[in-house]
């Protein structure tokens, strides 16, 4: 099955500058990586998703990158501010509508945004 | 909208006792999922469900079970608690259909300790 790595585990990072977390993937077939935040006692919730027929995507001061060949993508933070300061998860899963019924998930990266 | 929720916020369980985990949404999502969340991980794959009446195995569903007789709820059971299932515990749903086809929806989460 897929296996999704995530690193660093933690991060910490002054207010105003960018934060970078990178994930691989082990699955060829995986075509949908999303992008969940975790705030503290709350449930991921989805802040970007890229699919494999792209390569690059920007949500304001958040872009998710795919690098198909190396099976690996990465969630890129500009600007970061002490709101930023939760649990980063990546996951991938492949088909869509009726075939994606599982999402993998990284172990997720704690970012801490010190002000 | 309510989106998803899911009672109780937390609960303690002693060894061999059993609980229903209650997850319910609004959205009219045919799809619908229950993960658990250890410390330092990943969210695991614990059951999902594509529609009312239909449910299937997910990564790690051994000591525990689900049934889905109406679109909008979709209870786990745990029948034998044992302290391995002391987790938190997320339910999540998706439309299938549509330009969000790919977005799950979480709930806030059970906390759940098994002593």
Redesign the interface.
């Known amino acids: ?1 897929e296996n ?1 790595e ?1 690193h660093p ?1 933690t991060l910490s990072v002054q207010e105003g500058d960018s934060a970078v977390i990178k994930c691989t993937y082990s699955d060829s077939a995986s075509n ?1 990586f ?1 992008w ?1 935040k975790q705030e503290l ?6 802040i970007i ?1 890229i699919r494999s027929n792209v390569g690059e995507k920007k949500d304001q001061r958040i872009a998710v990158t795919l690098n198909k060949t190396a099976k690996h993508f990465s969630l890129h933070i500009t600007e970061t501010q002490p709101e930023d300061s939760a649990v980063y ?1 990546c ?1 991938a ?1 492949k088909g ?3 075939g ?9 990266t704690k970012l801490s945004v010190i002000p | 909208n309510a989106g998803v929720t899911q009672t109780p916020k937390f609960r303690i369980l002693k060894i061999g006792q059993s609980m229903t985990l209650q997850c319910t949404q609004d959205m009219n999502h045919n799809y619908m999922y229950w993960y658990r969340q250890d410390p330092g991980m990943g969210l695991k794959l614990i059951y999902y469900s594509v529609g009312a009446g239909i449910t299937d195995k997910g990564e790690v569903p051994n000591g525990y079970n689900v049934s889905r007789s109406t679109t909008e709820d979709f209870p786990l059971r745990l029948e034998l608690a044992a302290p391995s299932q002391t987790s938190v515990y997320f339910c999540a749903s998706k439309d299938p259909r549509g330009a969000t086809q790919e977005t799950q929806y979480f709930g806030p989460g059970t906390r759940l300790l098994v002593l």
């Open positions: 099955g999704v995530q585990s949908y999303p969940y006692g709350k449930g991921p919730q989805l998703d998860f996951a899963s869509s509508g009726a994606s019924y599982q999402l993998t998930f990284g172990k997720g």
